[in-house]
């Protein structure tokens, strides 16, 4: 493959952003025709699809690799122009979205740039968000936050969405360097009344597969995985009540409700008021190791921000202790 032309790499990356190559052609102050040209100039010299013409326009699997890369020239740029004291390139904030994040702070000050980071629901809720305000303010920083289970934060990563994200994936993804966390440890939790409804009958073994259930989504395994570790021989009861709350605060609320059991990190638990729910099965824990994963790239920005997050893991989480590994908020 010859040396890809940024102009042309560039554009694709517009079309993936706005959604079709009208829009694109707005943006770039070029005509549609032009926009068109440069997408098959380039789908020609690499060799393959680049983009799906559907409402929106969609990368396919190789256009994701070039939109990951335009991304990665445009926080390069504009990390340089910061460190120069120069407006963005083309008035983008680093996120490869080409919105203007403004330059505000006074005379002098550089270009705001944008960190797009994937973070899982309970991260967010619980240790993430200070590690944030640990970033130093001279450099400006506007972070775009994407809430996702974090076995997918991956594929936000893949597709070039973000620059940096909280995984589930020792693995890095290609591009990517990879560093571990810590883990979350869950128990197992309920009100009182709860309990007194629905497991008084006989050992929690028993009685909590039957019980109504909370989970996160149709993907979050915390409460089967538990389940599978507490009674292996089990088999949930085929009308067993089975709600799901996608947000990890309304999730804490619900389980404190009595709506059901549910698997909560030991950091939500103790905002509670003490006895508002208890530990079902004590000493018994699903521990989920996370894994901070970002773009290969020699960032300012991204260097802080891996640091200060790292700073608050270490502070919050604990090290894996090679138990169980399943899917979370």
Not at 103 to 115: E, K, M
Not at 172 to 200: D, H, I, N, Q
Request: with cysteine; hydrophobic share 45%; proline share 8%.
């Amino acid at each position: 493959m010859s040396e890809l032309p940024l102009d042309q790499v560039r554009t694709l990356l517009s079309v993936v952003d706005r959604g079709s190559f009208d829009a694109a052609a707005q943006e770039l102050r070029l005509t549609p025709s032009a926009v068109s040209q440069r997408i098959k100039a380039l789908e020609r010299r690499v060799g393959r699809v680049l983009v799906l013409r559907t409402k929106p326009a969609r990368p396919t699997g190789s256009g994701e690799v070039l939109v990951r890369l335009a991304r990665q020239l445009v926080r390069l740029e504009d990390d340089a122009a910061a460190e120069l004291g120069l407006p963005a390139p083309g008035g983008g904030n680093g996120d490869g979205s080409g919105r203007d994040a403004g330059s505000g702070g006074g005379a002098g000050a550089g270009p705001a740039t944008t960190l797009a980071v994937a973070v899982n629901a309970d991260s967010l809720a619980t240790w993430f968000l200070p590690a944030l305000s640990r970033v130093p303010a001279e450099l400006r920083v506007c972070f775009e936050l994407h809430k996702e289970d974090q076995a997918r934060t991956a594929d936000l990563l893949r597709q070039g969405l973000v620059s940096a994200a909280i995984t589930a994936s020792p693995h890095p993804v290609a591009g990517c360097t990879v560093r571990p966390l810590g883990s979350m440890a869950y128990r197992a939790r309920a009100t009182p009344g709860f309990v007194e409804r629905w497991l008084a009958g006989g050992p929690v073994a028993q009685t909590l597969p039957s019980a109504p259930v909370i989970v996160f989504n149709r993907d979050d395994d915390l409460q089967d995985a538990f389940l599978r570790d507490l009674a292996p021989q089990a088999v949930p009861g085929p009308g067993r009540v089975r709600h799901s709350i996608p947000a990890s605060d309304a999730y804490v609320r619900a389980v404190a409700a009595g709506l059901g059991w549910g698997m909560l990190p030991d950091e939500q638990a103790a905002q509670l008021p003490a006895g508002t729910v208890v530990d079902l099965a004590p000493g018994r824990t699903v521990e989920v190791a996370l894994y901070w994963q970002q773009w290969k790239l020699d960032s300012p920005p991204l260097a802080a921000l891996a640091a200060a997050v790292a700073r608050a893991a270490a502070g919050t989480l604990t090290a894996p202790k090679g138990g169980h590994s399943a899917g979370t908020q």
